[in-house]
């Protein structure tokens, strides 16, 4: 396979210590006959990863001289992508090459295609839970039901993952980002469901140690993109104990109770800061339309016109 000029196509994989697995991966995408470029980006491994994938003709590697992260690793893919459209998936066997084809064939509709694990994909029975929570969490803040919050197997129009690539972390939260920056800015977003098998090797993620990382992260991306829907509840939380047991103690106590003061001036001040919140939201997704649009529609050159010499 020769490396297309400009390709339709940029498949970023990135990847740490899979050299058992990679050389299938790759070999299965190419004998898809995609018009694409493959994009392996090797965050620091310490195996013979980048021999393996070095070793395909047509495919492109990329080195990180030590392992920064999964979301450096397909930020740096992003930053190294010509095609038109964008598609992400891991290295390790999880995601299926033979799926490619079904996900783009909805990209001239949507702007995102997910592939969404079902229910026969091979995963531990705590991290389907986790998963279900984190969806349920998702599916609140951008008011549309999320399936599959956590997959790496997606694809995005170029302009779009070009515009959002620098709010991605350097961890493995860069899907949750992704998925909610999407719903804010607009784009629309279909979840195609996939079976995933069981990855090759030992996962990355541990979810005792990463668990609680991750559900932080999420509330800092929530509060990113929709901060009322985290200030709101937290003030409501406040605002109504205090109005309650201000309105008994001076009823019943016949006293005003500091307390109850405390909680309604706390529950005030928490949704002036959620609206401060709100307005900058507001304005980096402008920033980031403005910047999309810079993109997606480049002004015509000068010589386009025959000003040029």
């Known amino acids: 396979m020769k490396r297309p000029v400009n390709p339709h196509l940029s498949i970023i994989i990135p990847a740490y210590n899979e050299c058992e697995v990679i050389g299938s991966v790759l070999d299965q995408i190419l004998a898809l006959d995609l018009d694409a470029e493959v994009i392996v ?7 013979a990863t980048s021999d393996v994938a070095g070793s395909r003709r047509g495919v492109r ?3 990180h001289p030590y392992n920064i992260g999964n979301g450096a690793a397909i930020k740096t893919g992003i930053r190294a992508a010509r095609g038109d459209v964008i598609l992400m998936m891991d290295g390790d066997g999880q995601h299926k090459p033979a799926d490619i084809p079904r996900l783009l ?3 001239k509709r949507y702007d995102m295609v997910v592939g969404a694990r079902t229910s026969e994909s091979d995963a531990q029975a705590h991290r389907t839970l986790a998963n279900q929570v984190y969806n349920a969490f998702a599916s609140y803040i951008v008011a549309h039901r999320v399936e599959d919050l956590t997959s ?3 694809a995005v129009r170029g302009p779009i993952a070009r515009s959002f690539w620098y709010l991605l972390p350097n961890g493995f939260s860069y899907p949750t980002t992704l998925t909610l920056a ?3 800015g607009g ?6 469901p996939i079976i995933a098998p069981a990855r090759t090797g030992r996962s990355k993620i541990r979810v005792v140690q990463d668990g609680p990382g991750f559900l932080l992260t999420m509330m800092r991306i929530a509060t990113v993109f929709s901060p009322m829907k985290i200030f ?3 003030t409501l939380a406040l605002l109504l104990p205090g109005a309650l047991y201000m309105i ?3 009823l019943v106590l016949h006293r005003f109770s500091s307390t109850s003061g405390i909680l309604i001036l706390a529950g005030v001040f928490l949704f002036m800061l959620g609206l401060i919140a709100e307005q900058i939201a507001l304005l980096r997704m402008s920033q980031i339309g403005h910047f999309y649009n810079e993109i997606a529609y480049p002004a015509p050159r000068e010589d386009e016109y025959g000003g040029g010499k």
């Open 41 to 47: 980006v090797n965050d620091g491994s310490t195996d």
């Open 61 to 63: 590697v990329i080195e």
């Open 105 to 107: 064939s909805y990209m």
């Open 152 to 154: 790496g197997f997606r």
């Open 182 to 184: 999407l719903f804010r």
């Open 187 to 192: 784009f629309s977003v279909r979840y195609e």
């Open 232 to 234: 709101l509840p937290v």
């Open 248 to 250: 008994f103690s001076l």
